[in-house]
Every structure is written in C-alpha cells, then in structure tokens.
C-alpha cells in the first residue's frame, strides 16, 4: 500500500476534529453571547416592571434575604432617601411554564401594582394574565387572595384557571414575604440616605 493511501484516512480524520472544534468553538461563543443578551434583556424589563409597580428613585435589594417560595428578590423602594414601599420578583409555575412578575407593595402591603415579565401562556387565553384589566384587580389589595370561584375577589381569565391561580399565588407569595419584613422593620426608623449599589428606576 503506498503512503499516500495510508495516509489519505489520517488526514480526512485530522480535518474532521478541526472542523468539529471549529463548529463547537462558534457555537460556544454564539450562546455565551446570546445568554448574555438575553439576560440583559431580562433585567432591562424587570427594572421597567419595578418601575411600573412602584415608582421610586431607586430601588435597595434586601441583602439578608433568600429564595422563599416562588419568590426569588425582595427590594426596598426608595424616595427622598425614605422608605415608600416594597418590590418582589416572583416565580408561580402556570399551565405553559414558569410566569415571571413582579409584585409592589406599599408600606401597609398593600399591592400596588403586580407586571409580568415573562411567561408562555397559551395565546389569547392564559397569556391575558399580561392585560391590564386582570393584573388591576390585584392592586388596593392585601393578602391573603383568591379567585371568586374559591371565595376571594379575583375574576380569573376565561378558560385560564391555572394561569389565574398562579397568578393569584405569586401575589399572594409576595404579600407574605413583604409582609415578614415590614414586620421585622415595624419599630425600625428610617433614616434618609442613599445607596450606590442601588437599582435606579427606569423612569430616571
């Protein structure tokens, strides 16, 4: 057998790996740079939703807390150096998957406003939990809540009992949590100041 038919088999195997590294090299850098993407694309809508559901100069994270049920964050909402009110990123699971929102509550905790920042809800039906006349009925509110059909005063969405009980359950879970902590702060004085590591809103 001569060199060239030996080795004819070696080098298509060398040109292959080197492709296949090359494929994997692109591919590895394409989703570093999409997740990245996509991550401050996520933040750049939850700090509008912080802003929706509770204007305030800026925002504190509350460094002491963790994960507690479906919520994952817990902010202090700041204005004129004073505390004005509460945020709470919240992850209910509804019928396409987990529903990401955000929930404002005032010092009372009382809701102030609730903003869903992503989900993948059925269109036209479970994906209505984005409108505005559903997400309003939670706000004046104080917990603990339930959709009418249960005994509470939340409407749910037609043909979206699910998304409406998840819904009413990531609310219900940040009412609680806020609820903790404006306890914990009841006797507490709030001083003015301001923080650099705060969150600003995005209305500034």
């Not at 409108?131 to 309003?136: A, D, H």
């Not at 409406?164 to 100041?193: C, K, Q």
Request: aromatic share 6%; glycine share 12%.
């Amino acid at each position: 057998m001569s060199n060239a038919k030996k080795t004819g088999p070696v080098k298509l195997a060398v040109t292959l790996v080197i492709i296949c590294a090359a494929v994997s090299l692109v591919l590895g850098l394409v989703n570093h740079i999409t997740e990245d993407s996509i991550e401050a694309s996520r933040a750049a809508r939850t700090a509008d939703a912080m802003a929706e559901v509770f204007e305030a100069e800026y925002y504190e994270p509350v460094e002491d807390f963790r994960p507690d049920g479906t919520v994952k964050a817990l902010y202090r909402a700041y204005s004129g150096g004073v505390l004005r009110g509460w945020i709470a990123e919240t992850s209910p699971s509804g019928f396409g998957g987990v529903i990401d929102m955000v929930v404002g509550a005032d010092g009372e905790g009382t809701v102030t406003g609730v903003s869903i920042v992503s989900m993948s809800e059925t269109s036209g039906l479970g994906a209505n939990a984005r409108k505005e006349s559903f997400r309003s009925q939670f706000v004046g509110k104080s917990g603990p809540l339930a959709l009418r059909k249960k005994g509470g005063e939340i409407d749910a969405l037609t043909g979206a009992t699910v998304t409406s009980t998840a819904v009413t359950s990531g609310v219900n879970d940040a009412l609680r949590v806020i609820g903790e902590y404006i306890g914990r702060e009841a006797n507490a004085e709030e001083e003015p100041r301001t923080s650099p590591d705060a969150v600003s809103s995005a209305t500034d």
